[in-house]
Protein backbone atom coordinates (compact mmCIF):
# COMPACT_ATOMS: atom_id res chain seq x y z
CA UNK A 1 0.00 0.00 0.00
CA UNK A 2 2.08 2.63 -1.14
CA UNK A 3 0.18 5.85 0.63
CA UNK A 4 0.02 4.45 3.60
CA UNK A 5 3.75 5.30 4.87
CA UNK A 6 3.25 9.05 2.86
CA UNK A 7 -0.43 8.92 5.11
CA UNK A 8 1.43 8.27 8.57
CA UNK A 9 4.10 10.85 7.92
CA UNK A 10 1.78 13.53 7.11
CA UNK A 11 -0.24 13.12 9.63
CA UNK A 12 1.91 13.34 12.42
CA UNK A 13 3.39 16.99 10.49
CA UNK A 14 -0.31 18.33 10.12
CA UNK A 15 -2.00 16.78 13.11
CA UNK A 16 0.90 16.71 15.68
CA UNK A 17 3.29 19.93 14.48
CA UNK A 18 6.37 17.78 13.84
CA UNK A 19 8.87 18.84 11.44
CA UNK A 20 9.06 16.67 8.09
CA UNK A 21 12.38 16.29 8.19
CA UNK A 22 12.61 14.63 11.43
CA UNK A 23 9.20 12.76 10.76
CA UNK A 24 11.18 11.31 7.41
CA UNK A 25 13.81 10.56 9.96
CA UNK A 26 12.39 8.53 11.48
CA UNK A 27 11.55 5.87 9.08
CA UNK A 28 12.71 2.75 8.93
CA UNK A 29 16.08 2.58 6.47
CA UNK A 30 16.31 1.15 3.26
CA UNK A 31 13.49 2.35 0.24
CA UNK A 32 11.68 5.61 1.07
CA UNK A 33 12.47 7.65 -2.05
CA UNK A 34 9.03 7.33 -2.73
CA UNK A 35 7.74 8.11 0.53
CA UNK A 36 9.66 11.47 0.60
CA UNK A 37 8.85 12.75 -2.69
CA UNK A 38 5.14 12.27 -2.09
CA UNK A 39 5.74 14.11 1.41
CA UNK A 40 7.06 16.81 -0.39
CA UNK A 41 4.86 17.07 -3.01
CA UNK A 42 1.86 17.36 -0.24
CA UNK A 43 3.49 20.06 1.59
CA UNK A 44 5.24 22.16 -1.31
CA UNK A 45 1.62 22.43 -3.04
CA UNK A 46 -0.54 22.23 0.28
CA UNK A 47 -2.41 25.90 -0.91
CA UNK A 48 -3.06 24.52 -4.24
CA UNK A 49 -4.03 21.14 -3.39
CA UNK A 50 -6.69 22.73 -1.17
CA UNK A 51 -8.12 24.82 -3.86
CA UNK A 52 -8.20 21.07 -5.81
CA UNK A 53 -10.06 19.32 -2.84
CA UNK A 54 -12.54 22.15 -3.19
CA UNK A 55 -13.02 21.80 -6.30
CA UNK A 56 -14.14 18.30 -5.85
CA UNK A 57 -16.00 18.13 -2.63
CA UNK A 58 -18.66 20.68 -2.00
CA UNK A 59 -18.57 20.01 2.04
CA UNK A 60 -14.96 19.43 4.21
CA UNK A 61 -14.33 16.25 4.48
CA UNK A 62 -12.97 14.52 7.34
CA UNK A 63 -9.20 15.57 8.02
CA UNK A 64 -8.10 11.61 7.28
CA UNK A 65 -10.02 11.37 4.31
CA UNK A 66 -8.53 14.90 3.02
CA UNK A 67 -5.26 13.98 3.78
CA UNK A 68 -5.53 11.04 1.36
CA UNK A 69 -6.85 12.43 -1.18
CA UNK A 70 -3.89 15.53 -0.81
CA UNK A 71 -1.64 12.51 -1.23
CA UNK A 72 -3.55 11.40 -4.24
CA UNK A 73 -3.80 14.48 -5.68
CA UNK A 74 -0.16 15.25 -5.43
CA UNK A 75 1.01 11.89 -6.32
CA UNK A 76 -0.97 12.57 -9.70
CA UNK A 77 -0.21 16.06 -10.36
CA UNK A 78 3.49 16.12 -9.12
CA UNK A 79 5.23 12.78 -8.56
CA UNK A 80 3.91 11.04 -12.45
CA UNK A 81 1.89 8.49 -10.82
CA UNK A 82 -1.05 7.31 -12.82
CA UNK A 83 -4.63 8.33 -11.98
CA UNK A 84 -5.92 4.35 -11.97
CA UNK A 85 -3.24 3.37 -9.73
CA UNK A 86 -3.70 6.86 -7.80
CA UNK A 87 -7.36 6.22 -7.47
CA UNK A 88 -7.25 2.04 -6.46
CA UNK A 89 -4.47 3.46 -3.77
CA UNK A 90 -6.16 5.94 -1.92
CA UNK A 91 -9.72 3.45 -2.35
CA UNK A 92 -7.23 0.62 -0.55
CA UNK A 93 -5.79 3.18 2.27
CA UNK A 94 -9.09 4.89 2.93
CA UNK A 95 -10.32 1.01 3.80
CA UNK A 96 -7.35 0.25 5.62
CA UNK A 97 -7.50 2.52 8.29
CA UNK A 98 -11.28 2.15 9.24
CA UNK A 99 -13.20 4.64 6.91
CA UNK A 100 -14.65 2.32 4.90
CA UNK A 101 -18.26 4.32 4.34
CA UNK A 102 -15.72 6.99 2.73
CA UNK A 103 -14.25 4.81 0.08
CA UNK A 104 -17.35 5.08 -2.81
CA UNK A 105 -16.48 8.85 -1.69
CA UNK A 106 -12.97 8.90 -2.36
CA UNK A 107 -13.23 6.97 -5.50
CA UNK A 108 -16.18 9.10 -7.39
CA UNK A 109 -13.67 12.47 -6.11
CA UNK A 110 -10.46 11.66 -7.80
CA UNK A 111 -12.18 10.54 -11.07
CA UNK A 112 -14.46 13.28 -11.10
CA UNK A 113 -11.40 15.93 -10.56
CA UNK A 114 -10.18 18.40 -13.13
CA UNK A 115 -7.35 20.32 -13.12
CA UNK A 116 -9.25 22.77 -15.13
CA UNK A 117 -11.93 23.37 -12.55
CA UNK A 118 -8.90 24.83 -9.83
CA UNK A 119 -9.06 28.40 -10.07
CA UNK A 120 -5.56 30.26 -8.57
CA UNK A 121 -6.71 33.51 -7.40
CA UNK A 122 -4.91 36.75 -8.81
CA UNK A 123 -2.18 38.46 -7.34
CA UNK A 124 -0.40 38.36 -3.70
CA UNK A 125 -2.49 35.81 -2.59
CA UNK A 126 -2.14 33.47 -5.77
CA UNK A 127 1.82 33.96 -5.32
CA UNK A 128 1.46 33.13 -1.51
CA UNK A 129 -0.15 29.98 -2.67
CA UNK A 130 1.92 28.78 -5.92
CA UNK A 131 5.24 29.64 -3.57
CA UNK A 132 4.18 28.08 -0.63
CA UNK A 133 5.24 31.14 1.15
CA UNK A 134 2.85 32.70 3.89
CA UNK A 135 0.70 35.29 2.81
CA UNK A 136 2.58 37.92 5.39
CA UNK A 137 5.92 36.94 4.34
CA UNK A 138 4.45 37.49 0.35
CA UNK A 139 3.49 41.47 1.63
CA UNK A 140 6.91 42.13 3.54
CA UNK A 141 9.40 40.72 0.67
CA UNK A 142 7.31 42.90 -2.10
CA UNK A 143 7.46 45.73 0.41
CA UNK A 144 11.35 45.30 0.51
CA UNK A 145 12.21 43.76 -3.26
CA UNK A 146 9.41 44.93 -5.58
CA UNK A 147 8.95 42.68 -8.31
CA UNK A 148 12.26 40.17 -7.24
CA UNK A 149 9.77 38.75 -4.71
CA UNK A 150 8.87 36.38 -7.38
CA UNK A 151 12.40 34.94 -7.90
CA UNK A 152 13.11 35.26 -4.05
CA UNK A 153 10.00 32.77 -3.27
CA UNK A 154 10.42 30.76 -5.96
CA UNK A 155 14.28 29.69 -6.14
CA UNK A 156 15.13 26.21 -4.83
CA UNK A 157 18.26 25.01 -3.51
CA UNK A 158 20.36 23.55 -5.76
CA UNK A 159 21.28 20.75 -4.05
CA UNK A 160 23.11 19.27 -1.06
CA UNK A 161 25.61 21.85 -0.06
CA UNK A 162 28.36 19.94 1.49
CA UNK A 163 31.68 21.10 3.63
CA UNK A 164 35.07 19.01 3.00
CA UNK A 165 37.41 18.68 5.96
CA UNK A 166 39.31 15.99 4.13
CA UNK A 167 39.16 13.79 1.33
CA UNK A 168 37.22 15.74 -1.19
CA UNK A 169 39.08 15.86 -3.87
CA UNK A 170 37.65 11.86 -4.56
CA UNK A 171 34.26 12.71 -4.61
CA UNK A 172 34.62 15.41 -7.21
CA UNK A 173 33.81 13.87 -10.14
CA UNK A 174 29.87 13.99 -9.08
CA UNK A 175 27.78 16.16 -11.06
CA UNK A 176 28.36 19.24 -8.74
CA UNK A 177 28.75 22.97 -7.89
CA UNK A 178 31.20 25.07 -6.57
CA UNK A 179 30.86 28.04 -4.28
CA UNK A 180 33.38 30.74 -2.64
CA UNK A 181 34.30 28.49 -0.59
CA UNK A 182 37.08 26.51 -1.78
CA UNK A 183 35.61 23.10 0.26
CA UNK A 184 32.25 23.63 -0.10
CA UNK A 185 30.69 21.85 -3.04
CA UNK A 186 26.56 21.63 -4.02
CA UNK A 187 25.99 18.08 -5.46
CA UNK A 188 22.77 17.24 -7.66
CA UNK A 189 22.98 14.00 -5.36
CA UNK A 190 24.84 12.97 -2.56
CA UNK A 191 24.22 9.76 -0.72
CA UNK A 192 26.06 9.53 2.89
CA UNK A 193 28.70 7.22 3.22
CA UNK A 194 31.51 6.16 5.39
CA UNK A 195 33.43 9.66 5.12
CA UNK A 196 30.58 11.11 7.12
CA UNK A 197 30.93 8.70 10.03
CA UNK A 198 34.64 9.79 9.79
CA UNK A 199 34.11 13.41 10.17
CA UNK A 200 35.41 13.78 6.20
CA UNK A 201 32.84 16.16 6.19
CA UNK A 202 29.40 17.56 6.95
CA UNK A 203 26.38 19.00 5.41
CA UNK A 204 26.23 22.20 5.89
CA UNK A 205 24.01 25.33 4.20
CA UNK A 206 26.68 27.24 2.27
CA UNK A 207 24.61 30.52 4.06
CA UNK A 208 25.65 29.00 6.99
CA UNK A 209 29.53 28.56 6.12
CA UNK A 210 29.60 32.43 4.27
CA UNK A 211 27.74 33.50 7.88
CA UNK A 212 31.02 31.76 9.82
CA UNK A 213 33.57 33.49 7.22
CA UNK A 214 32.24 36.34 8.61
CA UNK A 215 32.80 35.98 12.05
CA UNK A 216 36.54 36.88 12.80
CA UNK A 217 38.98 34.73 14.67
CA UNK A 218 38.79 35.30 18.39
CA UNK A 219 40.08 33.85 21.72
CA UNK A 220 36.81 32.88 23.52
CA UNK A 221 33.31 32.98 21.62
CA UNK A 222 30.44 32.07 23.09
CA UNK A 223 27.26 30.38 20.64
CA UNK A 224 24.53 30.79 22.49
CA UNK A 225 21.36 29.05 20.84
CA UNK A 226 24.08 26.58 18.83
CA UNK A 227 22.02 23.29 18.07
CA UNK A 228 22.54 20.96 15.97
CA UNK A 229 25.84 22.86 15.88
CA UNK A 230 27.19 23.62 12.40
CA UNK A 231 28.45 26.56 13.09
CA UNK A 232 30.11 25.80 16.93
CA UNK A 233 31.92 23.31 14.69
CA UNK A 234 33.47 25.06 11.97
CA UNK A 235 34.20 28.24 14.34
CA UNK A 236 36.02 25.92 16.33
CA UNK A 237 38.70 26.21 13.74
CA UNK A 238 39.21 29.73 13.90
CA UNK A 239 38.34 30.63 17.65
CA UNK A 240 40.90 29.37 20.55
CA UNK A 241 37.77 28.19 23.03
CA UNK A 242 34.07 27.56 21.96
CA UNK A 243 31.35 27.78 24.48
CA UNK A 244 27.91 26.12 22.81
CA UNK A 245 24.47 26.40 24.87
CA UNK A 246 21.55 25.35 23.97
CA UNK A 247 17.77 25.37 25.47
CA UNK A 248 16.88 21.80 24.58
CA UNK A 249 18.35 18.60 26.33
CA UNK A 250 17.31 16.83 23.28
CA UNK A 251 19.56 19.36 21.16
CA UNK A 252 22.04 19.52 23.36
CA UNK A 253 22.93 15.74 22.08
CA UNK A 254 22.92 16.94 18.79
CA UNK A 255 25.74 19.14 19.90
CA UNK A 256 27.61 16.74 21.19
CA UNK A 257 26.83 14.27 18.62
CA UNK A 258 28.06 16.97 16.22
CA UNK A 259 31.37 17.56 17.40
CA UNK A 260 32.34 13.67 18.23
CA UNK A 261 31.93 13.07 15.04
CA UNK A 262 33.86 15.90 13.52
CA UNK A 263 36.92 15.63 16.33
CA UNK A 264 36.59 19.18 17.33
CA UNK A 265 38.31 19.75 21.01
CA UNK A 266 38.08 22.95 21.66
CA UNK A 267 34.25 23.23 22.45
CA UNK A 268 32.70 23.18 25.92
CA UNK A 269 28.81 22.34 25.74
CA UNK A 270 26.20 23.35 28.36
CA UNK A 271 22.20 23.18 28.34
CA UNK A 272 21.41 26.99 29.11
CA UNK A 273 18.84 29.42 28.34
CA UNK A 274 20.14 32.17 26.37
CA UNK A 275 17.81 34.70 28.15
CA UNK A 276 18.60 34.27 31.62
CA UNK A 277 21.04 36.64 32.39
CA UNK A 278 23.87 34.81 33.89
CA UNK A 279 25.99 37.19 36.49
CA UNK A 280 29.39 34.88 35.93
CA UNK A 281 30.11 35.87 32.36
CA UNK A 282 29.24 39.35 32.07
CA UNK A 283 31.77 40.77 30.12
CA UNK A 284 33.38 37.60 29.96
CA UNK A 285 33.62 36.33 26.12
CA UNK A 286 35.54 38.21 23.14
CA UNK A 287 32.87 37.53 20.80
CA UNK A 288 29.12 36.05 21.47
CA UNK A 289 27.30 34.60 18.66
CA UNK A 290 23.43 34.71 18.62
CA UNK A 291 21.89 32.48 15.73
CA UNK A 292 18.67 32.76 16.98
CA UNK A 293 15.52 30.75 16.55
CA UNK A 294 13.97 32.90 13.28
CA UNK A 295 10.74 31.90 11.02
CA UNK A 296 13.33 29.86 8.82
CA UNK A 297 12.07 31.71 5.84
CA UNK A 298 15.58 31.31 3.82
CA UNK A 299 15.70 27.73 3.76
CA UNK A 300 12.06 27.38 2.93
CA UNK A 301 12.86 25.46 -0.61
CA UNK A 302 13.60 22.90 1.71
CA UNK A 303 11.33 22.92 4.59
CA UNK A 304 8.23 22.93 2.92
CA UNK A 305 6.22 22.00 6.18
CA UNK A 306 7.32 25.82 7.78
CA UNK A 307 4.34 27.58 6.44
CA UNK A 308 2.11 25.60 8.75
CA UNK A 309 3.93 26.31 11.64
CA UNK A 310 4.44 30.25 10.95
CA UNK A 311 1.81 32.94 11.23
CA UNK A 312 1.72 36.37 12.27
CA UNK A 313 0.62 35.53 15.45
CA UNK A 314 4.29 33.49 16.12
CA UNK A 315 6.30 36.24 14.19
CA UNK A 316 5.20 38.71 17.01
CA UNK A 317 6.33 35.66 19.53
CA UNK A 318 9.45 35.01 17.56
CA UNK A 319 10.64 38.38 17.74
CA UNK A 320 10.26 38.95 21.47
CA UNK A 321 12.38 35.82 22.08
CA UNK A 322 14.74 37.38 19.24
CA UNK A 323 15.07 40.38 21.51
CA UNK A 324 15.10 39.05 24.31
CA UNK A 325 18.26 36.50 23.83
CA UNK A 326 20.44 39.29 22.00
CA UNK A 327 19.63 42.22 24.79
CA UNK A 328 20.86 39.60 27.64
CA UNK A 329 23.90 37.89 25.77
CA UNK A 330 25.11 41.65 24.66
CA UNK A 331 26.22 41.49 28.43
CA UNK A 332 28.09 38.59 28.13
CA UNK A 333 30.36 40.82 25.33
CA UNK A 334 33.55 42.04 26.76
CA UNK A 335 34.57 45.70 25.95
CA UNK A 336 36.21 45.79 22.68
CA UNK A 337 34.55 42.45 21.82
CA UNK A 338 31.97 41.67 18.72
CA UNK A 339 28.79 40.93 19.12
CA UNK A 340 26.74 38.79 15.81
CA UNK A 341 23.23 38.67 14.75
CA UNK A 342 22.33 35.62 12.77
CA UNK A 343 19.46 34.42 11.04
CA UNK A 344 18.04 31.61 8.60
CA UNK A 345 15.05 34.90 7.47
CA UNK A 346 15.17 36.81 4.91
CA UNK A 347 12.42 38.93 6.74
CA UNK A 348 13.78 42.37 7.75
CA UNK A 349 11.51 42.13 10.82
CA UNK A 350 13.58 39.60 11.94
CA UNK A 351 16.56 40.85 10.80
CA UNK A 352 17.82 44.84 10.42
CA UNK A 353 14.44 45.38 12.26
CA UNK A 354 15.83 43.64 15.67
CA UNK A 355 19.48 45.11 15.19
CA UNK A 356 17.83 48.70 14.63
CA UNK A 357 15.78 47.89 17.82
CA UNK A 358 18.70 47.05 20.30
CA UNK A 359 21.31 49.39 19.09
CA UNK A 360 18.84 52.69 19.56
CA UNK A 361 18.38 50.94 23.36
CA UNK A 362 22.51 50.12 23.58
CA UNK A 363 24.79 53.31 22.97
CA UNK A 364 27.40 51.07 23.65
CA UNK A 365 27.19 49.43 20.73
CA UNK A 366 27.55 50.25 17.41
CA UNK A 367 27.19 48.31 13.67
CA UNK A 368 30.62 47.61 12.11
CA UNK A 369 31.31 46.56 8.23
CA UNK A 370 31.03 43.08 7.26
CA UNK A 371 32.03 41.83 3.71
CA UNK A 372 31.23 37.92 2.38
CA UNK A 373 32.40 36.57 -1.28
CA UNK A 374 29.00 34.68 -1.47
CA UNK A 375 26.42 37.23 -3.24
CA UNK A 376 24.71 39.35 -0.53
CA UNK A 377 22.65 42.52 -0.16
CA UNK A 378 23.86 45.20 1.85
CA UNK A 379 21.39 46.07 4.35
CA UNK A 380 21.73 49.24 6.81
CA UNK A 381 22.97 47.11 9.80
CA UNK A 382 24.81 43.58 8.08
CA UNK A 383 24.22 41.26 5.00
CA UNK A 384 21.54 39.69 3.76
CA UNK A 385 21.82 36.51 1.51
CA UNK A 386 18.84 35.91 -0.50
CA UNK A 387 17.67 32.51 -2.50
CA UNK A 388 17.72 33.26 -5.64
CA UNK A 389 21.52 34.84 -5.66
CA UNK A 390 23.14 32.46 -3.17
CA UNK A 391 22.24 29.01 -4.01
CA UNK A 392 18.99 28.75 -2.84
CA UNK A 393 20.17 30.42 0.64
CA UNK A 394 18.64 32.99 2.75
CA UNK A 395 20.26 33.93 5.84
CA UNK A 396 21.55 37.23 7.26
CA UNK A 397 24.69 38.53 9.76
CA UNK A 398 25.15 41.68 11.37
CA UNK A 399 28.24 42.23 13.54
CA UNK A 400 28.11 44.66 16.58
CA UNK A 401 31.23 45.93 18.43
CA UNK A 402 30.82 46.88 22.21
CA UNK A 403 33.12 49.81 22.48
CA UNK A 404 32.62 50.31 26.17
C1 LIG B 1 18.84 28.70 14.32
S1 LIG B 1 19.05 27.41 15.44
C2 LIG B 1 20.80 27.42 15.68
C3 LIG B 1 21.58 26.74 14.58
C4 LIG B 1 23.02 26.50 14.97
N1 LIG B 1 23.68 27.75 15.34
C5 LIG B 1 23.82 25.83 13.87
O1 LIG B 1 24.35 26.52 12.99
O2 LIG B 1 23.90 24.59 13.87
C6 LIG B 1 18.48 28.11 16.93
C7 LIG B 1 18.63 27.19 18.14
O3 LIG B 1 18.29 27.96 19.30
C8 LIG B 1 17.66 27.10 20.23
N2 LIG B 1 16.97 27.94 21.23
C9 LIG B 1 15.69 28.37 21.23
N3 LIG B 1 15.46 29.14 22.31
C10 LIG B 1 16.62 29.20 23.00
C11 LIG B 1 17.01 29.83 24.23
N4 LIG B 1 16.14 30.57 24.94
N5 LIG B 1 18.27 29.66 24.66
C12 LIG B 1 19.16 28.93 23.94
N6 LIG B 1 18.85 28.29 22.79
C13 LIG B 1 17.59 28.44 22.31
C14 LIG B 1 16.79 26.24 19.37
O4 LIG B 1 16.42 25.05 20.04
C15 LIG B 1 17.69 25.99 18.15
O5 LIG B 1 18.44 24.82 18.34
Redesign the pocket.
Known sequence: MIFLEPYEVLTKVYKGGAHLKIALSSLPAGEKGRTVKLCYAALEHDGYLNLCLASIAKKKPQESICLILKIALAAMLFADMVPPVVVNEAVALTKHIGKGGAAGFVNAALRAFKKENVILPEGEEGLAIESNFPRFAIDALRKEYGDRVKEIVFARSHGVSVRFVRGMESYLGREHLDTPFENVKIFKNFVRDEGFDRGDYTFQSVG?VAVCEAIEPCGSLL??????????VLLSDKCVRVTA????PH?VALIESYIRRMGANNIDVLE????AFDPAWEGKFDAVLC????SGLGTASENPDLPLRKNEGTMSELEA?QRS?LTNCSRYVKAGGSLYYA??SILKEENDGIVQAFLGAHPAFSAEGISSPLTHEKTPFGLQFLPDRAFGAGFYIAKLRRNA
Do not use: F, N, Q, Y
Request: proline content about 7%; glycine content about 8%.
Open positions: SDACAAPGGKSCELHRKDATDVPCLITC
